[in-house]
């Protein structure tokens, strides 16, 4: 059975400091899914890491997938308030008839302070 | 732009109430999910449509049961409503591609008095 852990699941930091989500998985996989979440609302798609190595970029945020490791990480460069969110990251296990199921993480609130 | 929209945004029902979710999409994707939201649990996925009338359970389908008659319909029932049932309900659809990520409805919030 798949399982997908988040670390940390609370983080606050300054504006201007740069941090790291980490996101772990326990069974084969090469379709990593990261999601925002803002408070009241729903999740917006941030990125799509199809292989291993890959690095995908918006802004200040940059994620990356190593699949031997089984992990995945979200980097902020120079935090600003409206980066303030849940991140969700999400793991496909397998297709099953053409399906598209993900198992999701925790989730991990960070809250950026002035 | 994709668009997933869902009946409710907030629903405060009866314990032994049949409840209805209703989830629309309308961008022709072949796969339609639920999941609950619960904190601390991230999203778990209840049950999962990958063409119409066909469906598949996810991890927690137990007290569940879900209806795809179209395309762009993917109903989520609650035949007995209880109070662990409380939680925040999100519709998602995607391609039928595997590569494609899903869309997320704005959720329901239900409470199960």
């Known amino acids: 059975e798949l399982k997908v852990e988040q670390n940390p699941l609370f983080l606050s930091m300054q504006e201007g400091k740069n941090y790291t989500i980490y996101c772990n998985y326990s069974?084969?996989?090469?379709?990593l899914y990261w999601y925002r979440q803002d408070p009241g609302k729903s999740l917006e798609s941030l990125f799509v890491?199809?292989?291993?190595?890959a690095v995908k970029q918006e802004g200040r945020l940059m994620a990356s997938l190593d699949t031997k490791a089984r992990l995945s990480t979200l980097h902020i460069t120079a935090a600003v308030h409206d980066l303030s969110a849940t991140y969700f990251c999400?793991?496909?296990?397998?297709?099953?008839?053409?399906?598209?199921?993900?198992?999701f993480g925790q989730g991990t609130r960070l809250t950026i302070n002035p | 732009d994709v668009k997933v929209t869902q009946s409710s945004r907030y629903l405060v029902k009866r314990t032994g109430e049949k409840v209805f979710l209703e989830c629309v999409q309308d961008?022709?994707?072949?796969?339609m999910f639920w999941y609950r939201q619960d904190p601390g649990l991230g999203l778990r996925l209840i049950y999962f449509?990958?063409?119409?009338?066909?469906?598949e359970k996810g991890d927690i389908p137990e007290g569940y049961s879900v209806s795809r008659e179209k395309k762009e319909r993917f109903s989520l029932i609650l035949e007995s409503a209880s109070t662990n049932q409380t939680s925040m309900y999100l519709c998602?659809?995607?391609?039928?591609?595997?590569?494609?990520?899903?869309?997320f409805g704005p959720g329901t919030r239900l409470l199960v008095l």
């Open positions: 998602a659809s995607s391609l039928l591609r595997i590569q494609e990520t899903q869309y």
């Open positions: 069974t084969t996989s090469d379709r």
């Open positions: 890491l199809l292989s291993n190595g």
């Open positions: 999400a793991v496909r296990p397998s297709i099953i008839q053409g399906a598209q199921k993900l198992v």
């Open positions: 961008m022709d994707h072949e796969n």
């Open positions: 449509s990958y063409d119409v009338k066909m469906k």
